[in-house]
């Protein structure tokens, strides 16, 4: 997730490698490298994965809710009908 926040907060980074020491290089377009902001990335990096974690989250609530209404015989929203896989 450190290549996906790198890339949200520098637009001039088009390639990210990590080294075999865990140190991440970033290069521009033209091979330049960049200097990044670990401490700004490493923040990106817990607002993607509160995001993602809460996404997981809302998708099982979603799903309890179908169960649930369907269990009490009741209708279901668009939105937890789609939830259900046949």
Do not use: P, R
């Amino acid at each position: 997730m450190e290549h996906e926040a790198i890339y949200e907060l520098y637009n001039s980074v088009k390639q990210v490698s990590t080294l075999n020491d865990g140190s991440i290089q970033c290069f521009d377009e033209n091979g330049n490298e960049v200097s990044i902001d670990m401490s700004a990335v490493n923040t990106k990096v817990s607002e993607l994965q509160a995001e993602a974690d809460a996404k997981v989250q809302a998708k099982a609530d979603l799903k309890a809710s179908a169960k649930a209404k369907l269990m009490a015989g009741e209708a279901l929203t668009e939105e937890e009908a789609d939830t259900i896989v046949l």
